[in-house]
């Protein structure tokens, strides 16, 4: 039999509307997957078990007056990096582990609105810092699909709670690839919209300039559905866009004949997972015959994109992070004997290693004397990259390319080895450097069974596009349902 | 050696906008500890700011009117450093790209009008305040003024010492309460300056080592810091030794600088530019709209003053010193049905005199006078008439100003009315000249001071009702032909 926590919003949402199940059995049958898989998967930091009860009781009083909204209750989890009020909100680092913000950011305003039920705070690199979900002060995250494996990062609890049915859907933020690649890795659909789509406010900030908010869900309908919640102009952000918002759902089921699909020269380098280039080539034909034409185009600047953003992303967050000083809230150390003793055991012991070598980088960068040959340099090589695309995006509707260079990696294989884990996001920083969304879906399966993802990225404010091709691939190559063996 | 001093100023004037410079909390002054704040100027984690654009209107008012050039499009800037009383760890700030740069205004030095370059007007955000407990050793933060909005005023290293840049500071402050962006108060800090200043051999062109000098909250205090501190700095170069590039505190109480951190200890803010806000774009149209709203300037007043009330340029300076003090000129000497220089000098020395002094004893402005201009004009009428003399008009004008009554009203509830009737004044001047023999004897030998203890003795015979004019001529009428 087919459990509640197995299916999708849609699924859902049709069966809630036939009067076939209730809120409140959706959401005890999340809590119950949840009680049994969480203690291997530690997809969460913080569960939300007694208010998403109550939340759900009340959906199923709305739907009881025909009052049924975009979200009703449909149990969703959502990154520890979105506040929320009157919920501990850690940013998976011990600085934060006892904050409890006052106010709801304006996604999470929309969703509950939208009548959605939150299941908990998910997993996370501490401060967004990581593409593996082994930073966090609250312990690693697994891999639904392989215990011993990372989920990817930084968003690994939410695409791991998707992926182990711990939640119907859910929320992370992406900066350099934290959507995407846990999405690749953990076989689910992970969107990243434009800068400026969904607003930033309530997010903590890692690096303001490259964040961005997006759904993970388990196919590509149920991402137009979140997406129709929360994209659109926010007037409490500065960076968000006043564009139209289309009905992302009427690009679902439309074909992409005649659609030029760029696939960069570029993204296919040595070091690539050879199951990996399989599949995207497999991708590559699938996408031909659904009736797209697939050519080559180049973004010649893709070689400097993970140093152009390991200087935008560290100096960024090296200004953002500087409120964490123990006055105001968070965790302060003991035994303090002044202000700077205070300031300096506080964030010591605060943050953990790779957040305090990011905030080292970016304070470097932005020094007086480095400020021109790093953070300067690296602005003027990323509006080349953004260049890159917009002659790209002259010549084609979309393009394609993989998510992550590899399938998902083993718990501690990278992480005395900053080097190697910041190439995991090769493939998806451009975007976030750009601005424009890019979109992971599931697109196989390596021998040993391991979910692998493929990308496509448009031009700014092209989620609908996205979605349009991610939705006929999906038909098209109807990739094998399978659950992870938990 | 004789040196000349180099200074430049950097004013900080709060702006008096409703809200915040990026979030809707009030700027009011003086509320309870940390009541006007919100998730945003708290800097609680994922908030964001968004730009009051009245901040930007006011800081293009002050822009216009020092003779600015404001710049199509300017950005943010972070202000990286650790504070408690900065709760984000960065101040927002502007650094690479200011709104508006390459002004002057006109100041007077000993009668010869200068111009003081203005480098350029920025906007930022203001800091909390740490309250320290006396009893204990803890402090508390008040966030109340985090993110007022502030203008930061750079001059150009143009003044040449104390008193100029006195003058420079007073029409700074001028300007701003003219325009009604700043309420200029020193003492609650919506109006601070820090200088710098450094010294050259006279007639020499390079700029020697200059120090910061922070702490002044007063005009005087500015003054005073930077005449001991010129005086420092001579005798430090005098002595052979090179000045120290350092910022230096000023203490009032003992009336010195001291070193507060010297250039190695300096921060390094890591300015860049803010990602959380978008460039400010300020166009032509926007411009010409702020500029429609721009009042007439100090510098303005005071000429037109001087060329329609034809008072002298010293009056026409004190009138318009606040915009409040001119427009109760004006009102009042409007109120006399034809204007005539006689009118407007006696208007002018009643405001910029009496009535000053008594609302500068009371820290009132003119806008709270328990006398209104209509009561001037009436008073003036009053003396004019010979109703009463200057010196009972003195009298009249306190209890005005106690009791908020009428003139003339005063005048009859006092008896205030002079004594003209020369029959009336023959007659005690006759019974005082009989009393006084020997003073008689004295001013008939030629001892003409004398004349003045005749002059007292009526005035104290008639409770000084009487008409000084006319005492003084049947005096003299009386005491040449008396024997």
């Known amino acids: ?105 304006t996604v999470v305003e929309k969703l509950r609105a939208a009548g959605a039920v939150f299941t908990g705070k998910t997993n996370m690199d501490e401060f967004a810092m990581g593409s593996s979900t082994e930073t966090s002060f609250f312990g690693v995250t697994r891999n639904p699909w392989d215990l011993t494996r990372i989920p990817g990062g930084s968003s690994g609890g939410s695409a791991a709670a998707v992926a182990a049915d711990e939640c119907i859907a859910s929320f992370g933020s992406d900066t350099g690839g934290s959507i995407r690649q846990p999405a690749a890795l953990c076989g689910v659909v992970g969107l990243k919209p434009t800068y400026g789509r969904v607003s930033r406010y309530g997010l903590i900030a890692f690096a303001s300039s490259l964040d961005q908010i997006g759904p993970f869900t388990k196919d590509v309908e149920d991402c137009a559905i979140l997406m129709n919640v929360v994209a659109g102009y926010d007037s409490r952000e500065s960076t968000s866009v006043p564009e139209n918002v289309p009905d992302y759902r009427s690009f679902l089921g439309r074909g992409i004949e005649g659609w030029r699909v ?31 034409s697939c050519s080559e185009v180049s973004l010649p600047h893709t070689d400097y994109c993970v140093a152009v953003y390991y200087v935008v992303a560290p100096a960024e967050a090296s200004s953002n992070l500087a409120r964490y000083d123990g006055v105001k809230y968070g965790y302060r150390s003991g035994d303090n004997r002044d202000l700077l003793d205070m300031y300096k055991k506080t964030r010591s012991a605060g943050f953990g290693e790779e957040v305090k070598r990011r905030i080292m980088i970016g304070t470097y960068a932005l020094s007086s004397g480095y400020y021109d040959a790093y953070y300067r340099k690296a602005s003027q090589v990323r509006a080349l990259i953004k260049r890159d695309f917009e002659q790209a995006f002259a010549d084609c509707d979309c393009i394609l390319t993989p998510t992550s260079p590899t399938p998902a990696f083993k718990v501690g294989e990278k992480t005395n080895d900053p080097m190697q884990m910041y190439l995991s996001d090769i493939f998806t920083i451009s975007a976030n450097l750009a601005g424009i969304p890019g979109m992971s879906v599931p697109c196989g399966y390596t021998k040993s069974g391991l979910p692998i993802g493929v990308q496509f990225l448009a031009g700014h404010f092209q989620e609908g596009r996205l979605i349009q091709i991610a939705s006929a691939y999906e038909r098209q190559a109807k990739i094998e349902k399978r659950r992870p063996g938990l | 050696m004789e040196y000349e001093p180099v200074i430049g100023l950097e004013v900080h004037a709060q702006l008096l906008t409703d809200a915040k410079i990026f979030c809707g909390c009030s700027t009011k002054f003086g509320a309870p500890p940390n009541s006007h704040t919100c998730p945003v100027c708290l800097g609680m984690p994922g908030v964001l700011p968004v730009l009051n654009k009245k901040v930007v209107e006011f800081m293009m008012k002050m822009a216009l009117a020092t003779n ?52 350029r007007i920025h906007m930022e955000e203001d800091a909390g305040k740490l309250l320290h407990d006396e009893h204990n050793p803890v402090s508390h933060v008040d966030l109340n003024r985090t993110g007022v909005p502030l203008i930061e005023i750079v001059s150009e290293p143009d003044i040449r010492g104390a008193e100029e840049a006195a003058a420079y500071l007073r029409r700074l402050h001028e300007i701003l309460v003219y325009l009604e962006i700043c309420d200029g108060n020193m003492e609650e800090g919506s109006f601070r300056c820090d200088a710098n200043v450094s010294l050259r051999p006279r007639g020499t062109e390079t700029f020697g080592t200059r120090t910061e000098l922070k702490n002044m909250n007063s005009f005087r205090n500015v003054q005073r810091a930077l005449e001991y501190e010129i005086k420092r700095q001579t005798y430090v170069l005098d002595a052979g030794d090179a000045v120290v590039q350092e910022t230096r505190l000023w203490d009032d109480t003992s009336g010195v600088t001291h070193s507060m951190r010297s250039k190695e200890e300096a921060h390094d803010y890591r300015y860049f530019p803010d990602p959380d806000l978008v460039p400010i774009v300020i166009d032509d149209a926007w411009i010409a709209a702020v500029l429609d709203t721009l009042p007439e300037l100090p510098l303005e007043k005071r000429e037109r003053f001087v060329r329609e009330y034809q008072i002298p340029a010293y009056d026409a300076g004190v009138l318009t010193s606040t915009p409040a003090s001119a427009s109760f000129y004006e009102e009042t000497v409007a109120s006399f049905p034809t204007i005539n220089p006689m009118v407007a000098k006696a208007a002018s020395n009643w405001i910029t005199g009496d009535l000053m002094k008594m609302l500068n004893e009371d820290k009132k402005d003119f806008t709270a006078s328990p006398i209104r201009p209509p009561a001037v004009a009436e008073l003036i009428r009053h003396i004019d008439a010979g109703i009463i003399s200057g010196k009972m008009a003195k009298e009249v004008i306190e209890e005005m100003y106690r009791t908020g009554a009428a003139p003339g009203a005063i005048i009859k509830e006092k008896g205030l009315v002079q004594i003209t009737d020369e029959d009336a004044l023959t007659k005690t001047i006759a019974e005082v000249i009989e009393k006084n023999p020997t003073q008689l004897a004295q001013y008939r030998a030629g001892k003409e001071k004398v004349f003045g203890f005749f002059v007292g003795q009526v005035m104290k015979a008639t409770q000084g009702k009487a008409n000084p004019q006319v005492i003084n001529d049947l005096l003299k009428k009386m005491l040449a032909e008396a024997e």
């Open chain 1, 1 to 105: 039999m087919t459990e509640l926590y197995e299916l999708t919003i849609h699924e859902l949402q049709d069966k809630l509307r036939a009067g076939e199940t209730t809120s409140a059995e959706i959401t005890a049958s999340v809590f119950k997957r949840i009680d049994a898989v969480e203690k291997e998967v530690h997809a969460y930091i913080t569960l939300m078990r007694e208010s998403a009860i109550e939340e759900a009781a009340r959906a199923d009083e709305a739907i009881l007056r025909g009052e049924m909204k975009a979200l009703t209750g449909i149990p969703i989890a959502l990154k520890d990096i979105f506040c929320t009020r009157g919920v501990r909100t850690t940013c998976g680092s011990r600085i934060l582990h006892n904050f409890i913000p006052p106010y709801d950011g």
């Open chain 1, 262 to 292: 760029g696939i960069p020269k570029e993204y296919f380098i040595d070091g690539i997972d050879p199951e990996v280039e399989a599949a995207i080539r497999e991708a590559i034909s699938v996408i031909e015959r659904a009736g797209g």
């Open chain 2, 68 to 119: 600015c050039t404001i710049n199509g499009e300017c950005n943010f800037a972070r202000k990286n450093y650790f504070y408690p009383d900065l709760p984000k760890g960065y101040q927002i700030s502007q650094y690479a790209s200011p709104p508006a740069e390459h002004g002057w205004i006109e100041v007077e030095i000993n009668g010869a009008k200068k111009r003081i370059g203005i480098t």
